[in-house]
């Protein structure tokens, strides 16, 4: 067995690398870092004077508004690129949020779009000049996709992901990776190669997990939008905790082929990936762009279902997950859920109580499909290097192998779980939606988000999901710790122990919307149409 020293070593050797891929003009001069005391460093861009008005100006835009501009030539994707290249260096410095950076290629990619353009007058695609920004367990070819651990540093990729090479063909420019925790099994993104990706907008506080790199950059500003996974939540939790919008789409309809996988194999519950914007439309246009580019002829698992567009009834019938009866949300989700409840009620929607009597079934059934090789994916990929496990990791470390036989039974008891839901669901005659908190906190300080059961009950049952920034945010005056409540279990314990109102003060909260399996059309257009409703 290796020493400690060499996961030591290889981790500080590639933390090193990175820093030194940071272009040297990229790199912010002492004299205008932000102090460690500024917890929110996403006002430091128009307030450092280190970016010009162009570069705020484009970085302050929005996927879709760079997307037309660069379409109608007003401004050039090699403009556009350096600008987002710039900010992500940024982010980088503040956050730690980047797995890798490669904005000499990104440079390149775009001037050739923009000889295209010029040449042509046509766009390559759709995504013509945007920058996306992509989680690190998106193989791209030469590239590394640790997932966080050591022995997988300096093991590039023979080649590309699916989804990265429908992004090119689509005119997209990919220009960085994005940091994960390790194996991607962690809420929070932390790991021993690159270590702990904290929150822009209160550095004390996470920026959620898995996805949490790409949460981070996209609310600095570092990228118009990201592409990140969700297996118990990884798109929705470091959604939510930053703020910015996604789509947890159904297994089937967004390419996963030759993804990078922390638990490679792991097909009791599926993992998905979906995109993360600052706005619902952008979200929207991706999910077009994805599906119009018929992922079903490239990878054998997506469903043939072209886009279709979703005409919502006027007037919703929505049922409320006030409390999944294991963790309480803490107050100001409890009121961010209310205020929004009231709302589309006084919009003239019918609002009816979703009974989650299935919900303690479902997370069970998640956290053993987790385990069931008694860790051994784990492990193995832990065991060259001689890395640790990390404490977040240790019921992995616990874990006791299934034989088929039991993990059979596993899937038998899945499949009747999400019987059982449809049944409940379509037992509310005409039901469109669930509206439920994303997580039971806004965010967390680094190392306390413990409770993934409000996300990780859609991934068994494999239902659409939009997490969206309810326009609620955390008042320390109002959400007063609740002094009487009864904690439901120990998750709902730690959560309340850990509710910090001063600390939280200012910080975004999220809710979800879930509609049934396979329709992200609907819930994109659901999702607008409760926006519309509350704000």
């Given at each position: 067995?290796?020493?400690?020293?060499?996961?030591?070593?290889?981790?500080?050797?590639?933390?090193a690398?990175?820093?030194?891929?940071?272009?040297?003009?990229?790199?912010?001069?002492?004299?205008?870092?932000?102090?460690?005391?500024?917890?929110?460093?996403?006002?430091?861009?128009?307030?450092?004077?280190?970016?010009?008005?162009?570069?705020?100006?484009?970085?302050?835009?929005?996927?879709?508004?760079?997307?037309?501009?660069?379409?109608?030539?007003?401004?050039?994707?090699?403009?556009?690129?350096?600008?987002?290249?710039?900010?992500?260096?940024a982010?980088?410095?503040?956050?730690?949020?980047?797995?890798?950076?490669f904005?000499?290629?990104?440079?390149q990619?775009?001037?050739?779009?923009?000889?295209?353009?010029?040449?042509?007058?046509?766009?390559?695609?759709?995504?013509?000049?945007?920058?996306?920004?992509?989680?690190?367990?998106?193989n791209?070819?030469?590239?590394?996709?640790?997932?966080?651990?050591?022995?997988?540093?300096?093991?590039p990729?023979g080649?590309?992901?699916?989804?990265?090479?429908?992004?090119?063909?689509?005119?997209?420019?990919?220009?960085?990776?994005?940091?994960?925790?390790?194996?991607?099994?962690?809420?929070e993104?932390?790991?021993?190669?690159?270590?702990?990706t904290?929150?822009?907008?209160?550095?004390?506080l996470?920026?959620?997990g898995?996805?949490?790199?790409?949460?981070?950059?996209?609310?600095?500003?570092?990228?118009?939008?990201?592409?990140?996974?969700?297996?118990?939540?990884s798109?929705?939790?470091?959604?939510?905790?930053?703020?910015?919008?996604?789509?947890r789409?159904?297994?089937?309809?967004?390419?996963?082929?030759?993804?990078?996988?922390?638990?490679?194999?792991?097909?009791?519950?599926?993992?998905v990936?979906?995109?993360?914007?600052?706005?619902?439309?952008?979200?929207?246009?991706?999910?077009?762009?994805?599906?119009?580019?018929?992922?079903?002829?490239?990878?054998?698992?997506?469903?043939?279902?072209?886009?279709?567009?979703?005409?919502?009834?006027?007037?919703?019938?929505?049922?409320?997950?006030?409390?999944?009866?294991?963790?309480?949300?803490?107050?100001?989700?409890?009121?961010?859920?209310?205020?929004?409840?009231?709302?589309?009620?006084?919009?003239?929607?019918?609002?009816?109580?979703?009974?989650?009597?299935?919900?303690?079934?479902?997370?069970?059934?998640?956290?053993?499909?987790?385990?069931?090789?008694?860790?051994?994916s784990?492990?193995?990929?832990?065991?060259?290097?001689?890395?640790?496990?990390?404490?977040?990791?240790?019921?992995?470390?616990?874990?006791?192998?299934?034989?088929?036989?039991?993990?059979?039974?596993?899937?038998?008891?899945?499949?009747?779980?999400?019987?059982?839901?449809?049944?409940?669901?379509?037992?509310?005659?005409?039901?469109?939606?669930?509206?439920?908190?994303?997580?039971?906190y806004?965010?967390?300080?680094?190392?306390?988000?413990?409770?993934?059961?409000y996300?990780?009950?859609?991934?068994?049952?494999?239902?659409?999901?939009?997490?969206?920034?309810?326009?609620?945010?955390?008042?320390?005056?109002?959400?007063?710790?609740?002094?009487d409540?009864?904690?439901?279990?120990?998750?709902?314990?730690?959560?309340?122990?850990?509710?910090?109102?001063?600390?939280?003060?200012?910080?975004?909260?999220?809710?979800?919307?879930?509609?049934?399996?396979?329709?992200?059309?609907?819930?994109?257009?659901?999702?607008?149409?409760?926006?519309?409703?509350?704000?």
């Amino acid at each position: 067995m290796p020493s400690k020293q060499d996961w030591e070593k290889i981790a500080a050797a590639k933390r090193a690398a990175l820093a030194e891929s940071i272009p040297t003009e990229f790199r912010i001069p002492q004299d205008q870092l932000p102090p460690e005391s500024q917890l929110n460093v996403t006002t430091w861009p128009k307030e450092s004077g280190w970016f010009t008005p162009k570069e705020l100006e484009i970085t302050e835009s929005t996927a879709s508004q760079i997307l037309k501009k660069v379409a109608s030539k007003t401004w050039s994707a090699e403009h556009v690129t350096a600008a987002f290249c710039k900010r992500a260096a940024a982010a980088q410095q503040l956050t730690n949020c980047l797995s890798d950076a490669f904005f000499d290629e990104a440079m390149q990619h775009a001037k050739a779009l923009d000889e295209h353009l010029q040449r042509t007058g046509q766009t390559v695609g759709p995504l013509h000049g945007l920058p996306i920004s992509l989680k690190d367990n998106f193989n791209i070819r030469g590239k590394d996709s640790t997932v966080g651990f050591t022995s997988l540093v300096n093991d590039p990729a023979g080649y590309n992901a699916t989804l990265v090479d429908v992004l090119e063909k689509l005119g997209a420019v990919r220009y960085c990776k994005t940091n994960v925790p390790t194996a991607m099994m962690i809420a929070e993104s932390v790991n021993n190669t690159f270590g702990r990706t904290v929150n822009p907008l209160n550095r004390k506080l996470t920026s959620g997990g898995s996805s949490g790199g790409e949460s981070a950059l996209i609310v600095f500003g570092g990228s118009p939008l990201g592409v990140g996974t969700d297996i118990g939540g990884s798109l929705r939790i470091p959604a939510a905790c930053t703020g910015i919008f996604t789509l947890r789409p159904s297994a089937g309809r967004f390419p996963t082929q030759r993804c990078r996988s922390g638990l490679a194999g792991q097909e009791a519950v599926q993992s998905v990936n979906g995109p993360m914007a600052k706005t619902l439309d952008d979200i929207t246009m991706y999910s077009k762009a994805i599906i119009d580019a018929q992922p079903w002829k490239l990878d054998p698992k997506m469903l043939p279902i072209p886009w279709r567009s979703a005409e919502p009834p006027k007037k919703l019938k929505i049922a409320v997950l006030w409390n999944d009866g294991i963790c309480l949300p803490t107050p100001p989700v409890t009121r961010a859920l209310k205020e929004t409840a009231e709302k589309l009620k006084k919009a003239g929607h019918h609002l009816t109580e979703w009974d989650p009597k299935l919900h303690q079934t479902a997370i069970d059934l998640l956290g053993r499909m987790f385990v069931a090789d008694g860790g051994k994916s784990v492990e193995a990929v832990l065991a060259p290097t001689g890395e640790p496990y990390r404490p977040e990791m240790q019921q992995y470390a616990e874990a006791t192998e299934l034989g088929v036989h039991d993990m059979w039974k596993l899937h038998l008891e899945r499949s009747e779980l999400q019987r059982q839901y449809l049944e409940q669901w379509m037992s509310h005659e005409g039901l469109d939606a669930i509206l439920a908190p994303t997580t039971p906190y806004s965010s967390v300080p680094h190392g306390d988000f413990k409770y993934v059961g409000y996300t990780g009950v859609y991934n068994v049952v494999d239902y659409s999901a939009v997490s969206f920034p309810c326009g609620v945010a955390v008042d320390k005056e109002i959400d007063r710790p609740v002094a009487d409540y009864k904690p439901q279990s120990d998750f709902c314990r730690a959560a309340h122990d850990s509710y910090n109102p001063e600390l939280l003060h200012g910080m975004p909260v999220s809710l979800q919307l879930i509609a049934q399996r396979l329709e992200e059309e609907k819930v994109l257009a659901l999702t607008d149409m409760v926006l519309q409703a509350t704000q």
